[in-house]
């Protein structure tokens, strides 16, 4: 599966934004798809997750009640919807796809390139 995430940009602190992540190929159908990021200095970490149909999610403590993970198998598109963006959500978000909905990057096996997202105080 090939990925491409697009929607980063420079906000400011309180703002929304949604990022998305356009695949291809037929695994898309059948993989768990997750957003990671990594912010300057950090390792990659996991943000949030959705299984095959949609209908499981799971996230990091971080983006829980901020964020939202969604997918809509019809457009092979997966979403991430920011709420309430805080400075520390600076980062380069990566789409990755994957067999489980586990939180370590070395579980999954495709990335996208990433997308600069840039939250100013």
């Known amino acids: 599966v090939q990925l491409g995430e697009s929607g980063g940009k420079l906000v400011e602190a309180g703002d929304s934004l949604r990022l998305s992540c356009a695949a291809s190929?037929?695994?898309?159908?059948?993989?768990?798809m997750a957003w990671f990021r990594r912010a300057p200095g950090k390792e990659r970490e996991f943000v949030a997750a959705?299984?095959?149909?949609?209908?499981?999610?799971r996230y990091a403590n971080s983006a829980k009640g901020r964020f939202t993970i969604s997918r809509d198998n019809a457009k092979t598109t997966v979403y991430l919807q920011m709420n309430s963006l805080q400075p520390d959500d600076t980062a380069v978000y990566y789409c990755a796809a994957g067999p489980r909905a586990l939180t370590r990057a070395t579980q999954y096996d495709y990335w996208g390139q990433g997308t600069q997202v840039t939250v100013s105080s």
């Open positions: 190929g037929p695994t898309f159908f059948v993989s768990v």
């Open positions: 959705i299984n095959a149909n949609g209908d499981g999610t």
